[in-house]
């Protein structure tokens, strides 16, 4: 009943939205490959044409998003956005460079399910961005987050299913042996955000979740544990 989807060091597998036959996985540093479950044909997903002297940076785990407006579309995490088309068979970049560290790379990904073309993005330095347009213009946001940790890795956005304008963050700053909860979360696209997490007893927190059907639940997993909230992550 269980069998391999792909090769490497596997991390997130990602089920296409409509044709939940097919199926995309990952390895390590942006290896990026998919399996027909009904034919049981494989193949990678490719990567874009780059300049001279470019060279491609992935996170060791890196992040991926597929929303449902835009099924065949696969968004990809380097120093810059890869946006895959046609599941996969073409790709282009969909950003500038996002990162100011030569060894960084995106940390995590967020597409909105509710607003065409959203697409949230977090890197390895601490920076944030933002697109509206599907790439073609991106705004950081990094300096409106008050009170953010200076440089420490995006561990998680997430985009809220239910509203354009929300999204929540989560920095991670063990590397720098700092386990506190820096959680925040947008009300109004980026412009301003706020630290929550009340209850979280220590960090760092590492992933996030919205609920599928209500808005205000939101799931934190931590280092040490699992947390829900009722009110949007306030408490």
């Known amino acids: 009943d269980v069998f391999n989807l792909g090769w490497g060091d596997g991390f997130t597998a990602l089920p296409h939205p409509v044709d939940q036959d097919f199926v995309w996985f990952t390895s390590q540093y942006g290896a990026i490959g998919w399996r027909n479950l009904r034919s049981g044909e494989t193949g990678g997903v ?78 390895a330095d601490g920076r944030v961005w933002l697109t509206k347009n599907a790439g073609k213009a991106w705004k950081e946001v990094t300096g409106d987050i008050q009170d953010a940790p200076a440089g420490l890795h995006v561990a998680d956005l997430e985009a809220s299913r239910a509203d354009g304008n929300v999204a929540w963050l989560a920095f991670d700053g063990h590397r720098s042996d700092d386990t506190g909860v820096h959680l925040f979360r947008t009300n109004n696209g980026g412009r301003t955000w706020k630290r929550i997490g009340s209850g979280i007893d220590r960090g760092p927190v590492l992933a996030l979740q919205q609920g599928a059907h209500n808005e205000d639940l939101l799931f934190a997993g931590t280092e040490f544990g699992a947390f829900v909230s009722l009110d949007a992550g306030d408490s």
């Open 46 to 123: 490719e990567r874009p044409k780059l300049t001279d002297g470019e060279a491609l940076r992935f996170q060791w785990d890196t992040p991926y998003a597929v929303a449902h407006k835009e099924p065949d579309v696969l968004w990809i995490g380097a120093q810059r956005v890869i946006r895959a088309t046609e599941r996969g068979k073409s790709a282009e970049f969909a950003s500038p460079e996002l990162t100011t560290h030569p060894q960084a790379a995106i940390t995590s990904l967020a597409v909105s399910t509710k607003v065409k073309g959203e697409l949230w993005a977090g890197t």
